[in-house]
């Protein structure tokens, strides 16, 4: 598989990066490198092989519902690049 | 009083419970080293002042009688370990200035036992890359150059400037993490020993994440013994992360001397590549018959699906980062590049803030999790995962203890040689380092010879789930056996 300029575009929308006209030429011949380097796994048989979700064999830890952190804001909004209080200042998101 | 910069970490612990030097003094070499040394960009930020304070309160201890296990020994830190107080970028323009608030597991760990931080180390931008060269620092050198010939080397990555710190003697040991061969490959491109342990040894929490089902910790050292003092003191379950292992951490440097007599050593044949350079292929012999005249005995082995670990890695890891730095968005910390709306202040900030590697790995990873790409990209390398696990396990089952190869395919290059037309040409550095992360096991890389251009070589070890012990137990058999390398100081 393959992908074409649309295709690089969309791909940079959903990824949320800003992409010039002038960049796409070139991202899509270093995105179609790699697809075309990963498409080596289509000749491994993997019928009836279960996809990996934990590389370790591990029970998932659980822990008690309770609170055992917080009240801390300060500390939250310490490295935000604009705030007010202890809110994070964004664009209007709502109109 | 030999240069305190020469001492091992092991030569050095002895030197200050003898009272023969103060943490102080020997963070102070250190100090003078780092300066010196800055032509290799290997610090990103020094930290001399607190490293003093360290030192001091480190050497009242001391003189008390209660110090810990690391007690002054000056360390390097890489740049992806969050350190209270203390500038933490991952090398990427998009975490800025960001100052944690909090510290890492692995390194609040390392200044209970008593260590001290000397600075930040470079790194490739979060981890991703295998020269040090997409750190938005700039560029690491290696300390080793081509005989005859002033050509700065990359000292490998993404823990470039762990292994240059450690091979230029600026700190005793240093961190590192290891995604696909970011701790050993670095270490064999400078002649240093790396340990990436079994997944889920280390805590990962306040690690900057890359790919967090890959994603370990492990130290970069100048001896087998070394990794091994440094290992334990990072290692051990930690609550806050979910994947850290609740098993006990044994004491590592007691399985450096014992005999590996009888220990069954797989030689992987997928390991033997076409056109593999003849010098690799003779330092792997070369470290079979070391292993062989201590006792162990050398088993052919076959791991079927080594090939489709690097693509089946570049479906992963990707996919993982696209998640993992989907938080930074220019609102809660870092970069902030403004837009119309938030959509263009989260596409502005990210163009501006990311770079090309992490951009492309970014958006490949976009796309592989994308609706109607999921099952042919990302499912099928998942089931490949679970395949390259089992071929271990297989070879285990049969009585294997460890696994030999060799570190990686070459050694080290120049800046800039690799990968401007292709970034594939670059990931292949990875083809030795990267099934172990993939399976989750244990490997480490010990310096094991030079190239025909005096460039250092290293061997790779890999071991069964939580059995970094034998790893070191061979490894010191092969330190041994090849013997120290100090890179000629032209810096």
Known sequence: MSVDAATVRRIAHLARIAVSEGEVPHLQG????MLAFVEQLSEVNVEG????????PMQMKKRQDLVDDGE???????????TEGHFFLV????? | MTDLTSLT??????????KTFTSLELTDAHLSAIEAARVLNAFVMETPDRARDMARAVDEKIARGDAGPLAGIPLGIKDLFATKGVRTTACSKILGNFVPTYESTVTSQLWRD???MLGKLNNDEFAMGSANETSCFGPVGNPWRREGSNTTLVPGGSSGGSASAVAALLCMGATATDTGGSIRQPAAFTATVGIKPTYGRCSRWGIVAFASSLDQAGPIARSVRDAAMLLRSMAGHDP?????????????EAAIGKSVKGMKIGIPKEYRLDGMPAEIEKLWSEGAAWLKAAGAELVEVSLPHTKYALPAYYIVAPAEASSNLARYDGVRYGLREQGKNINELYENTRAEGFGAE?????????????????????????KVRTLIKKDFEDCFAKGIDAILTPATPSAAFGIGEKGGADPVEMYLNDIFTVTVNMAGLPGIAVPSGKDAQGLPLGLQLIGRPFDEETLFSLGEVIEQAAGRFTPARWW
Do not use: C, F, W
């Open chain 2, 114 to 116: 008593g260590a001290v």
């Open chain 2, 9 to 18: 970490l092991a030569e050095a612990r002895k030197g200050l419970a003898a």
């Open chain 2, 358 to 382: 992490v951009r492309r790995r970014v958006m490949i990873g976009t796309y592989v999790l994308s609706a109607g790409y999921y099952d042919a990209y990302y499912l099928r390398a998942q």
């Open chain 2, 240 to 252: 806050k992360d979910t994947t850290s292992v609740d098993v006990p951490v044994p004491d590592y």
């Open chain 1, 72 to 82: 801390i804001a300060d500390d939250i909004v310490a490295n935000a690049p604009a």
């Open chain 1, 91 to 95: 664009p209007k998101v709502v109109e």
């Open chain 1, 30 to 33: 270093e995105l179609n490198a």
């Open chain 1, 49 to 56: 092989v279960e996809p990996m979700t934990s590389v370790t």
